[in-house]
């Protein structure tokens, strides 16, 4: 795969008509500028507010909105600032914490951490997944174990990688942009500023970085290796 030459605008990666909150996008320099405009946008116009469904014993704390028809399972920790859509689900265990952005009909599922992100509508986190620091288009998914780093291993700015080129996004943590209908398998891992366009695959185990243009497939060529056992210990 040859690595990419340019970074997408937000217009690329994001269908806007499918989120409550185009305004985090307008006039960027990059589409990665959105990340720290969530805490501003939401002091500005989050109105807390519960008009979905607890089950069960739900801690919440600070300023949350929840939308109608959403349900709240039982074990969720909502920390606001928290703004959730309608017809969600958040799972046991789910926790969504300090400027949190979940759109319509999505789920933020068991023992989920997500943390100063986006989620446009339709958005599946569904199953042991950590994020932060990041923005999920329409309808992208990611497959049970998947985990977004958002900070670098050694500290300083998050560079975005491209073939020419490292770009520094001028932010200490910053997780994925991913754009719309684009599916990670289960536990794979993006480095801090990955940036992946519309409609990708990442096979499970699969570990990414850079900038990935659109409709485009990644997969390992790890090939397993399977011999008869034989008594008495393995070989």
Not at 54 to 64: I, S
Not at 96 to 122: Q, S
Request: charged share 20%.
């Amino acid at each position: 795969m040859e690595p990419a030459t340019e970074i997408p605008s937000a217009d690329e990666l994001f269908d806007l008509h499918q989120t409550e909150h185009a305004e985090l996008f307008r006039s960027l320099g990059q589409a990665w500028d959105a990340v720290p405009r969530i805490a501003g946008y939401l002091a500005s116009n989050l109105r807390p507010q519960r008009l979905g469904q607890a089950l069960g014993q739900v801690e919440m704390r600070g300023n949350v909105f929840i939308g109608e028809g959403t349900v709240i399972e039982s074990g969720a920790l909502i920390q606001g600032p928290v703004w959730i859509g309608r017809n969600c689900r958040i799972g046991h265990g789910a926790t969504l914490r300090d400027n949190v952005i979940v759109g319509d009909d999505c789920v933020v599922g068991h023992t989920v951490e997500v943390k100063n992100l986006i989620l446009f509508n339709d958005c599946e986190v569904p199953h042991f997944n950590y994020v932060g620091d990041s923005v999920l288009g329409y309808r992208v998914h990611l497959g049970a174990g998947a985990k977004l780093s958002n900070y670098r291993l050694f500290g300083g700015n998050v560079n975005v990688r491209l073939a020419n080129q490292k770009v520094d996004t001028g932010l200490a943590k910053l997780g994925a942009l991913i754009g719309d209908r684009t599916e990670l398998g289960c536990n794979a891992v993006l480095h801090p500023g990955t940036i992946l366009g519309r409609d990708c695959l990442l096979y499970p185990n699969v570990t990414f970085g850079g900038v990935l243009p659109a409709q485009r497939l990644v997969k390992n060529k790890n090939e397993l290796t399977v011999v008869a056992r034989r008594e008495g210990g393995d070989d």
